[in-house]
């Protein structure tokens, strides 16, 4: 029975992520193995819930966590999803299936911010083009109109101090591997095969430092411990409003015990600002995540990645490793006016500079891009590929060399950077680069451990225990399941002995390499039905 609300305008909203694809997200193996669902909350769908009138009833369905029940559809009036590009098959279904079970359907998110007419087509009563934070007026005003079939479009790019707490109350944290936060909007750079830029501009756009800390006691009063994923496109895009953020950090982080540890996306110039690193390791910030693309300058050139050219690349990463960042990689085959043998200067590259985690994409022309806007004039676009077939091998615009080549250098240089033996050996080449923390650097310098107004925090019982099994499952995979196991206990030996307080990444490289494993697996099913197999 559809329940019913006090108030005409009352509503009760469903609010719906798809699921994703396979990709390098959406494992659901080592998501097992970690005792995870998957592993980030809808983070554009919580800030949106907090946007909402206070009086509208909320349930909240991650179908990556749990399908959509019976009780589910029942319960609503109206559905509201979102959408990146690779859900878009995903939430068209949701969306007929919505109205024929007679909803109101509302899609927001970047994939209708890109593509509205797609969305519209679907089947959606209303898309929204922009960002909820100026839209959501608009929408609300077309919703108490009745109105359907229309795009509400808000141009004007909101300033972050509007954006609310998001609502994770609306989710069980325990599903996730990470909390998320997003700092800041927009990219000063442009490179040319990015959406960020036409989503969110080239002016970042910051949340006070206050309105950051508030999240995170948010959070943490929710009994949060761990991971948390700052998802700004480059956490670096204005330095002062970083430094701002890091300084209002490092203080509260020290208040509560430290009781999280931080994964960040930034551009690779992070290397030149040696007092942002200093300030982002002591905030506990461990891991950044880097768009290198390629070794090839003239590629570089060619997509306008410029801040990849502009300072030696190679001494930036080894500068931020060795300062104490570890490095994920995210790296691109088929860039335009690559030359044959670019994947095997790309993986001497990352065995060169020792990225134990690098990714490995196909070049992808994304709609609304300034590489879509070229290839479409220049009659290069492949309209039947979709998007998320191009991790198995399909391009979805023609390069400019041959498509099978570069395809069998895109699983080349999965098969070799994945193979286990040569991951961990690249684990542990990093581990002997990546200096030691900050606690044991003090101690070797005989500084008494600074005083924190509260002990450090430990995790709650649940995560302890959740952790526990992890490293007992990787002693067992790799230390005795596994033929590299010899490797594994000289490494471990060593890591305890040349830099223990790094041991404990020792595992986190493990539990993510498990991942890689996965993806290889799967690679080499998609190269055979490729029919690339020899
Ligand atoms: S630096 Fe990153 S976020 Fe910025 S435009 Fe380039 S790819 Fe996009």
């Known amino acids: 029975m559809t329940a019913t609300a006090s108030d005409p305008r009352d509503k009760n909203v469903l609010l719906i992520c798809p699921e994703f694809p396979y990709s390098y997200w959406s494992f659901k193996e080592p998501f097992r193995l970690l005792g995870i669902k998957t592993m980030n909350p809808p983070l554009g769908l919580l800030t949106v819930a907090a946007l909402l009138p206070p009086n509208w009833n909320l349930r909240l369905v991650d179908e990556n966590v749990r399908k959509i029940t019976q009780a589910d559809w029942d319960f609503c009036d109206m559905v509201m999803l979102t959408a990146m590009v690779v859900q878009e098959d995903e939430a068209a279904a ?24 797609v969305m519209l087509d679907a089947g959606a009563d209303i898309v929204v083009k922009g960002e909820a934070e100026t839209a959501m007026a608009p929408l609300l005003k077309a919703l108490d109109r009745g109105e359907t079939g229309i795009i509400v479009e808000e141009t004007h790019k909101p300033d972050m101090s509007l954006s609310p707490i998001p609502r994770w109350d609306l989710i069980d944290i325990w599903d996730y591997g990470n909390m998320s936060v997003q700092t800041s909007r927009g990219c000063p750079f442009d490179c040319e095969f990015c959406d ?18 508030a999240e995170l006691e948010t959070l943490y009063q929710l009994g949060h411990r761990g991971s948390v994923f700052i998802c700004d496109d480059n956490f670096i895009g204005n330095k002062q409003n970083t430094k701002a953020l890091l300084e209002a950090l490092i203080p509260w982080m020290e208040s509560r015990g430290k009781p999280f540890g931080f994964i960040c996306q930034a551009s690779v110039n992070l290397g030149q600002e040696p007092e942002l690193v200093d300030l982002m390791t002591e905030a506990c910030i461990g ?39 570890s490095i994920l990689g995210s790296f691109i085959v088929g860039l335009e006016g690559e030359k044959p043998g670019a994947t095997q200067r790309l993986c001497s590259f990352v065995e060169e500079m020792d990225i134990t985690i690098a990714m490995i994409n196909l070049l992808t022309a994304l709609p609304n891009t300034r590489l879509y806007e070229r290839l479409n004039k220049e009659g290069r676009l492949k309209s039947v590929t979709k998007i998320t077939d191009t ?24 098969d070799y950077l994945y193979e286990p033996s040569r991951l961990m050996a690249r684990a542990y080449r990093n581990l002997m680069k990546l200096r030691p923390t900050r606690a044991a650097l003090a101690k070797a310098r005989g500084e008494e451990p600074k005083p924190m107004p509260v002990p450090r925090a430990l995790p709650p019982l649940k995560r302890q225990i959740k952790d526990m099994k992890l490293v007992l499952t990787i002693f067992w995979r790799h230390g005795i399941a596994a033929k590299y196991r010899g490797q594994f206990w000289r490494q471990l030996i060593n890591v ?15 539990g993510y390499a498990e991942s890689l494993y996965d993806f290889r697996r799967q690679a080499k099913q998609w190269k055979k039905l490729r029919g690339l197999e020899t």
């Open 94 to 117: 949701l969306i007929r299936e919505a109205k024929q079970r007679g909803k109101t359907v509302v899609v927001g998110g970047p994939h209708a911010s890109s593509v509205p007419k």
């Open 196 to 213: 960020i830029v036409s989503l969110f501009g080239r002016k970042p756009r910051y949340k006070t430092p206050e309105q950051f800390i």
């Open 287 to 325: 891991d950044v995540f880097i768009g290198i693309e390629t070794p090839d300058e003239d590629s570089l050139r060619l997509t306008n990645k410029i801040q990849n050219i502009r300072i030696p690349m190679a001494e930036n990463l080894d500068y931020l490793i060795r300062n104490g960042l």
């Open 391 to 414: 991790q198995m091998g399909h391009m979805n615009l023609i390069p400019d060399r041959p498509e099978e080549e570069i395809v069998a250098e895109y699983f080349y240089a999965i």
């Open 496 to 510: 305890r002995r040349k830099n223990p307080s790094r041991l404990r990444r020792y595992f986190i490289f493990l």
